[in-house]
């Protein structure tokens, strides 16, 4: 049974969603917008009419959520009242109450991921750490991992990079991840994740610990612009491995971009290095290779940005022992992020893409920091 102390907290919880959404000021902001798209001249510009339509967009997002949520808060209310007159069960009103809770929850995770990178797509970076061939097979079940949570959320994965191991697993790989938020969601998972099971690799059977870092940058589109010096860029070519067909292993359809930069902080050269074997094109792949140039240097001045706060560096540590920010004990049915606290039983479902809680603990915990 609903209690009116729960009743409480999601009305409070929707008057807290409209006052930090200012829905009020959104709909009449909306109208003024959605006035400029009904000039004569508007579509004169096609980039600029696509800007002005993306921003509508957003703004009918917002309030459309809010309103959802507002409407099951009072249908949630209705159905707690109708109950005390026998109109209403109780399990009508467990149902209103989980969908109102959800849509809430929904949204407020949703109002963490407001800064102007959050609602890109991803670069995801997964390494091998300690572990040997037990952290090679724990980078091919991260990758598995993420790719089943992308496509659970309607997202396009591309793998951009691969370095296979000669034996088992992946040594790193490196996928873009296209859709709106994937970079707000996946901030969470910057760090080093602990894998800890039975190995299946060792004679003795014995408990192994392996470990792999995950990096997310933002993947940067059209609507962000970044000055690439092109005096400091040089590229390379190769032949690419692994699957592709004749084509891929016999002409050099591998490309690998250095980038050199001074760091405005310290006056240092520094050099970024991006390899790229998406595709068989050669000239496709330098092209993404460029645009994942680009999603770097957005990072780095982000970073600069929140140096204050230091968010993300905190989180760049050492692949190993003590580093770690969430641990996937296996034999225990146990995953637990030590940041958050959040943890959960359901391992197979979190090694199928059920991530969704982590980066909720995650975005409500941290969201307003970052």
């Not at 510009?45 to 002005?52: C, K, T, V, Y």
């Not at 949520?69 to 209705?78: F, M, N, P, S, T």
Request: proline share 1%; hydrophobic share 35%.
């Amino acid at each position: 049974m609903i209690t009116a102390d729960q009743m409480r907290n999601v009305m409070e919880r929707e008057q807290e969603l409209q006052r930090c959404l200012d829905i009020d000021s959104l709909t009449i902001q909306l109208e003024e917008e959605n006035i400029r798209t009904q000039a004569p001249d508007f579509w004169e510009n096609p980039e600029s009419a696509r800007l002005q339509m993306q921003k509508t967009g957003e703004m009918k997002s917002w309030i459309n959520a809010y309103s959802e949520v507002k409407a099951a808060a009072d249908e949630l209310r209705l159905a707690f009242d109708f109950q005390k007159d026998n109109i209403t069960t109780d399990e009508e009103v467990e149902e209103a109450y989980i969908r109102a809770v959800s849509l809430i929850e929904n949204l407020e995770m949703k109002n963490m991921l407001r800064s102007e990178e959050d609602r890109l797509g991803a670069v995801l970076k997964i390494n091998a750490g300690a572990g040997g061939t037990e952290a090679r097979d724990w980078v091919e079940m991260l990758f598995r991992m993420y790719s089943r949570w992308s496509e659970q959320k309607g997202y396009k994965v591309t793998v951009t990079n691969c370095l296979d191991s000669d034996d088992v697993g992946i040594k790193s790989i490196t996928m873009q991840i296209e859709g709106e938020y994937a970079f707000g969601y996946l901030k969470s998972e910057n760090g080093v994740h602990r894998l800890v099971r039975m190995s299946p690799y060792n004679a003795l059977g014995k408990r192994m610990t392996s470990f792999a870092s995950v990096a997310a940058v933002p993947l940067v589109d059209d609507t962000i612009e970044i000055e690439v010096v092109q005096s400091n860029l040089s590229w390379d070519t190769f032949r690419s491995s692994g699957a592709g067909g004749q084509n891929v292993n016999k002409v050099e359809t591998g490309v690998r971009l250095h980038y050199k930069y001074k760091d405005p902080e310290t006056g240092e050269m520094k050099e970024i290095a991006i390899e790229n074997t998406e595709t068989r094109s050669q000239f496709g792949n330098k092209d993404n290779a460029m645009r994942l140039l680009k999603s770097q240097l957005y990072e780095l001045e982000l970073e600069r940005r929140r140096r204050a706060s230091a968010a993300i560096e905190a989180d760049k540590k050492k692949i190993e022992w003590g580093s770690q920010i969430r641990s996937y004990v296996f034999d225990d049915r146990r995953v637990k992020d030590h940041r958050t606290g959040y943890q959960t039983s359901n391992v197979d479902a979190v090694m199928d893409g059920s991530l969704d809680g982590f980066i909720k603990a995650y975005l409500m915990q941290f969201g307003k920091k970052n």
